[in-house]
């Protein structure tokens, strides 16, 4: 296994989780890293990624709710999910951000916001 996704859940609208991915060494490092998403009957898409550096950037939907970070020492990727709305459900994955480098995805791990 070389990316491994946890911390979903099922939460209440306006809640938080945090999601993290592992991922082998030669996958993340130097790398810009990402966390997609996909919806039941939608297609996948990027709504968080990060540079090897920090540099940070966000879909306009979860742009000032979600937090993305990474710890380079422990090729570990995080997702910080703040005011969570039921739109939000979805299995999120980690890959990396540049699509021609994409490996394959893991098994993702399921977020359900709902009352």
């Known amino acids: 296994v070389q990316l491994l996704e946890s911390g979903g859940g099922l939460v209440q609208p306006g809640g938080s989780l945090r999601l993290s991915c592992a991922a082998s060494g030669s996958i993340f490092s130097n790398n810009a890293m990402g966390w997609y998403r996909q919806a039941p009957g939608k297609q996948r898409e990027l709504v968080a990624a990060?540079?090897?550096?920090?540099?940070?950037n966000y879909a306009d939907s979860v742009k000032g709710r979600f937090t993305i970070s990474r710890d380079n020492a422990k090729n570990t990727l995080y997702l910080q999910m703040n005011s969570l709305k039921p739109e939000d459900t979805a299995v999120y994955y980690c890959?990396?951000?540049?699509?021609?480098?994409?490996?394959?995805w893991g098994q993702g791990t399921q977020v359900t916001v709902s009352s």
């Open positions: 890959n990396r951000a540049i699509p021609r480098l994409r490996i394959e």
């Open positions: 990060i540079t090897s550096g920090g540099i940070s």
